[in-house]
């Protein structure tokens, strides 16, 4: 009974008497202002928690290094390694990943 309750009509309706609640939602010309959880899982959107909250949905990462000194070159040796690895397709083994063979008794 408290979910039918709340100032939120997509909450209350996901809980029971879903026809009764959005029925009566839209005779009486409701608008949800889609504040909670619920309603915003329901819709898709995102949910007002985390990175979803409202004071973080307009931050704007600088991503230009204004400064070329800060900016470190990859040795093209180690660039080619990281691309074999990546594009190894075999798997390793357990025990290939140590160093010394491990006696099991």
Request: aromatic share 4%.
């Amino acid at each position: 009974k408290a979910s039918l309750a709340t100032n939120s009509f997509m909450s209350a309706a996901s809980f029971q008497e879903t026809t009764k609640v959005l029925t009566e939602a839209a005779i009486k010309g409701k608008v949800d202002p889609l504040i909670g959880l619920k309603e915003n899982v329901i819709i898709g959107k995102l949910i007002p928690a985390g990175t979803g909250m409202r004071r973080y949905r307009e931050v704007m990462l600088d991503t230009s290094i204004a400064d070329a000194s800060k900016v470190i070159a990859v040795p093209e040796e180690v660039e080619d390694e990281i691309d074999d690895d990546i594009l190894d397709d075999e798997f390793i083994e357990d025990d290939e990943l140590a160093e010394e063979p491990v006696e099991t008794e």
